[in-house]
């Protein structure tokens, strides 16, 4: 089975960072990559799909790239409301792994 | 609007079994694939398998094969998660979760249940 690397596992920033969080698949997966925020307490959230394409609603600060084995979320000025895990997923074929999870915090 | 409601928590005792239930509303019920994920308390996201509301045919997760059956209900447009033999690391939350396509089978989540907890506890 394809594992789902991110890191860090956890980060710290300021109001107004930016910040990347990578995900690497230990085979490519062309861009079957879908990214996730969880707030605490809460249902995951889609945010991003084919490694790229936004989900409709989710704020423009948020982006995604890559393709193959590498990818990232960059948040380009992080808020207050973004503190949460995000998950990296591949979604290719099954099984539908997520990544370990990256816990973003406020400085 | 696309809901997703599963039924309530559950307490159960090691070596029972549960059944975890998500009806499904504001779609075409067979025209979307339902996958479930579980999280585990403090724990990340894992994937557990995923049912074809149209036919029915399954696909399970390596590590669930043999305790996990999955099946739904095209009138009650209700899908069901059963595990069995029951252990205490199966203490987690249980989503249900749509794809964004229809007839996909493999894609993204754009629509989960709020969820539903399960502890294993004697």
């Known amino acids: 089975d394809i594992q789902m690397t991110q890191s860090p596992s956890s980060l710290s920033a300021s109001v107004g960072d930016r910040v990347t969080i990578t995900c690497r698949a230990s085979q490519g997966i062309s861009n079957y990559l879908a990214w996730y925020q969880q707030k605490p307490g809460k249902v995951p959230k889609l945010l991003i799909y084919?490694?790229?394409t936004l989900q409709s609603g989710v704020p423009s600060r948020f982006s995604g790239s890559g393709s193959g084995t590498d990818f990232t979320l960059t948040i380009s000025s992080l808020q207050p409301e973004d503190v949460a895990t995000y998950y990296c997923q591949k979604y290719n074929s099954a099984p539908l792994t997520f990544g370990q999870g990256t816990k973003v915090e406020i400085k | 609007q696309v809901q997703l409601v599963q039924s309530g928590a559950e307490v159960k005792k090691p070596g029972a079994s549960v059944k975890v239930s998500c009806k499904a509303s504001g779609y075409t019920f067979t025209s979307y694939y339902m996958h479930w994920v579980r999280q585990a308390p403090g724990q990340g996201l894992e994937w557990m398998g995923i049912i074809n509301p149209s036919g029915g045919s399954t696909n399970y997760a390596q590590r669930f094969q043999g305790r996990v059956t999955m099946t739904r209900d095209t009138s009650t447009t209700t899908v069901y998660m059963e595990l069995s033999s029951l252990r205490s690391e199966d203490t987690a939350v249980y989503y249900c979760a749509t794809e964004r396509g229809a007839n996909r089978g493999v894609d993204a989540f754009d629509f989960w249940g709020q969820g539903t907890m399960v502890t294993v506890s004697s």
């Open positions: 084919a490694a790229s």
